[in-house]
């Protein structure tokens, strides 16, 4: 099975701030990749696909990148919205979430 | 755009087992595969399996022994059975759509909260 190792688990941050989170496979998985945001109560949102195609309708300052085992979701000028939970998920083999990112106010 | 909604049990006993479905409205369930995804309380999400429309399945290894997943296209439905179930089986259960190609989990349901207990 494919492991999805992300990090970090939680972090703090203003608005403005430019924030990075990433997702480590266990194994090669391409651009099988796509990152969520959730926020309490509601259901997962899609916000980045095939690793680096934004969602249509998914502000600009998202980005995503990387490929194999290695991936990065970028938010530039954090905005007060942009407190979730974020969350990798990899589709080559069967399904595997990573274990989310906290974005909380610092 | 496409609407999923789920609907079942919110209380279901241990050993028995759970039942949901997600229905789809606003487009068809055929060309596109299905998927049910859960959410314990306060923790993160797992991947349980999906069904194409033809009926073809793929599940989680770890609940394949207890899985169950259909689809109905005649009511644009396609429904959830979980065998054996216990406390760790408590979580928010939510169904979504998975395009054939441009990645995964497009369109999600709300959730619906089951809570295992006797």
């Known amino acids: 099975d494919i492991q999805m190792t992300q990090s970090p688990s939680s972090l703090s941050a203003s608005v403005g701030d430019r924030v990075t989170i990433t997702c480590r496979a266990s194994q090669a998985i391409s651009n099988d990749l796509g990152w969520y945001q959730q926020k309490p109560g509601k259901a997962p949102k899609r916000l980045i696909y095939?690793?680096?195609s934004l969602q249509s309708g998914v502000p600009s300052r998202f980005s995503g990148s990387g490929s194999g085992t290695e991936f990065t979701l970028t938010i530039s000028n954090l905005q007060p919205e942009d407190f979730a939970t974020y969350y990798c998920?990899?589709?080559?083999?069967?399904?595997?979430f990573g274990q989310g990112t906290k974005v909380e106010i610092k | 755009q496409v609407q999923l909604q789920e609907s079942g049990p919110g209380l279901v006993k241990p050993s028995e087992t759970l039942s949901l479905t997600c229905t789809v409205s606003?487009?068809?369930?055929?060309?596109?595969?299905w998927s049910w995804i859960r959410q314990p309380p306060g923790k993160g999400l797992e991947w349980i399996g999906y069904?194409?429309?033809?009926?073809?399945?793929n599940y989680n290894p770890s609940l394949k022994s207890r899985v169950t997943i259909s689809v109905d296209t005649s009511k644009n439905q396609f429904s959830l059975k979980l065998s054996s179930v216990n406390a760790a089986d408590t979580a928010v259960y939510f169904c979504?759509?998975?395009?054939?190609?441009?990645?995964?989990?497009?369109?999600w349901g709300q959730g619906t909260l089951v809570t295992v207990s006797s």
């Open positions: 069904i194409y429309h033809s009926g073809s399945t």
């Open positions: 095939s690793a680096s």
């Open positions: 606003r487009g068809s369930i055929r060309n596109y595969y």
């Open positions: 979504a759509r998975e395009p054939t190609s441009g990645g995964v989990f497009d369109y």
């Open positions: 998920l990899q589709h080559n083999s069967y399904r595997t």
